[in-house]
């Protein structure tokens, strides 16, 4: 016997909290929706563009940079003992 005198099943508790919660996640995922990545308020389209070109640039660079590494491009050749061009 529960104490708020329902025998079994979802209680009126129970369900209240999963009617707030879903309402919640509701208006969460909207606000998601509805903001997107866009600029924020305080954000003008052309700086948003500027901010993006900006950080795709910079990891492009450290990509390029990082594979240069795993190749052992960053060292200059071992193999002769001659300077090439």
Partial sequence: ???DGNPGGVS???RG???VCLMVLGL???SIFATGCGAGLGETT???NRRRQRV???NVGQMITDIDRIL????PSRLTDRDLP
């Fill in 1 to 3: 016997m529960r104490l």
């Fill in 12 to 14: 009126c508790t129970s």
């Fill in 56 to 58: 795709l640039r910079i």
């Fill in 46 to 48: 052309a700086e948003a």
């Fill in 17 to 19: 909290r999963l009617v």
């Fill in 72 to 75: 052992m491009l960053d060292e």
């Fill in 28 to 30: 969460f995922l909207l």
